[in-house]
C-alpha cells in the first residue's frame, strides 16, 4: 500500500518560514520524481515545484527564490523549506510521486497539510 504523509504546516507571520515533510511508504522512492502542489478552497490546484529523481529542481514563477525543494532517500522524505512567506501562500500543500515506465504512470498524491501566513 503506497502512502505519502506531509507534515510541518502551521500559522506563520508573513515573512516567515515553514519546513514541510512528506514521507512516502510502499515505492521505490529514489525513482520517483517528486512534486509539491497547493490548493485553496474553490480554485484549482497550483504546481509549486518539483525533483527530479537525479535531484534536478525546478519551481513556478511565483516560489522561485523563496521555496526550495529537496529530498533524502535514505529517509524515503521530500522537503519543501518556504521562506519569505506572504498570505497568498496560505493553502493546503500537496506531495505528487510519479513515475513512468514504459508508458505505465504511478501517480501518488497525500492528503495535505495547511500552511497559513497571516499576522
Known amino acids: 500500500q503506497v502512502q505519502l504523509v506531509e507534515s510541518g504546516g502551521g500559522l506563520v507571520q508573513p515573512g516567515g518560514s515553514l519546513r514541510l515533510s512528506c514521507v512516502a511508504s510502499?515505492?521505490?522512492?529514489?525513482?520517483?520524481?517528486l512534486n509539491w502542489y497547493r490548493q485553496v478552497t474553490g480554485e484549482e490546484r497550483e504546481w509549486v515545484g518539483g525533483?527530479?529523481?537525479?535531484?534536478?529542481?525546478v519551481y513556478a514563477d511565483s516560489v522561485k527564490g523563496r521555496f526550495t525543494i529537496s529530498r533524502d532517500n535514505a529517509k524515503n522524505t521530500m522537503y519543501l523549506q518556504m521562506n519569505s512567506l506572504k498570505p497568498e501562500d496560505t493553502a493546503v500543500y500537496v506531495c505528487?510521486?510519479?513515475?513512468?515506465?514504459?508508458?505505465?504512470?504511478?501517480?501518488?498524491w497525500g492528503q495535505g497539510s495547511q500552511v497559513t501566513v497571516s499576522s
Open positions: 505528487n510521486a510519479v513515475q513512468r515506465i514504459s508508458g505505465l504512470l504511478s501517480n501518488y
Open positions: 525533483i527530479t529523481s537525479g535531484g534536478h529542481t
Open positions: 510502499g515505492i521505490d522512492f529514489r525513482l520517483f520524481g
